[in-house]
């Protein structure tokens, strides 16, 4: 599938999780900026890195890091993955108004897609979920230190992955203080961009995140195919 899906939502509304099972149903790909990013602040070999050290005491505050860095790094990605071939899932990103549309200097992320895929092409999708409900679900979730799959605590047996068998962390973004940091940073920055989308001509397909997973992306799937 040759589109371009942008699935919006607060922290713990189920955004990878819903984008993957899209990308493996459609097969396309889900394109994750936030484990993207948290690769490149974490990576070893970006340790004598001023800047990207920066990002990342962003990036472990729940913080988000500099939309013109983010921006930068982002878009290389994507035309790179579009040139292969790739539609792409989004979950969550562009996360500011700025990396969304850009500035008269910086072109934004909503841009550079509707050039490369169409704008027709292009779809936002917004989750819903309770504030609480967001909480609870970043609070209890572990993630695999090999191959990243998030599993809730009180869902995993023992504390390996279920999927490869590696051993389970707890993410610094996943700390109950950090998440209400998240929360805020959503509403004042990522949220926004619902309302620019919307001047830009953008019908967003809402969808309740609140059921389990699966019932989700039932719904999700139905409104993507409406």
């Not at 500011?96 to 500035?103: C, L, P, Q, S, Y």
């Not at 023992?158 to 610094?172: D, E, F, I, N, W």
Request: glycine residues 8%; proline residues 5%; charged residues 25%.
């Amino acid at each position: 599938m040759r589109k371009a899906i942008i699935i919006y939502g607060p922290p713990g509304a189920g955004k990878g999780t819903q984008a993957n099972l899209l990308a493996d149903v459609s097969g396309m790909l889900h394109f994750d900026t936030g484990k993207y990013i948290e690769q490149v602040v974490h990576d070893p070999a970006n340790q004598k890195n001023k800047i990207i050290q920066r990002e990342k005491i962003n990036f472990d505050s729940g913080k988000l890091c500099t939309p013109a860095w983010v921006l930068k790094i982002t878009v290389d990605k994507i035309k790179e993955l579009s040139k292969a071939g790739f539609g792409l899932v989004f979950s969550g990103s562009p996360r500011t108004v700025f990396e969304a549309f850009g500035d008269d200097v910086n072109e934004g992320v909503i841009s550079v897609l509707e050039k490369l895929y169409g704008k027709k092409k292009v779809v936002p999708v917004l989750l819903r979920v309770a504030p609480k409900t967001s909480i609870l679900r970043n609070s209890s979730r572990l993630v695999c230190s090999i191959c990243g799959t998030a599993v809730l605590a009180h869902n995993c047996l023992g504390a390996s992955c279920p999927l490869c068998g590696a051993k389970l962390r707890r993410r610094t973004l996943d700390k109950p203080e950090v998440i209400k940091v998240r929360l805020a940073e959503y509403q004042n920055r990522t949220a926004p961009i619902l309302a620019g989308l919307k001047k830009r001509d953008y019908k967003i397909k809402e969808v309740n995140g609140e059921p389990a997973p699966y019932k989700v992306f039932q719904a999700l799937f139905k409104k993507l195919n409406d």
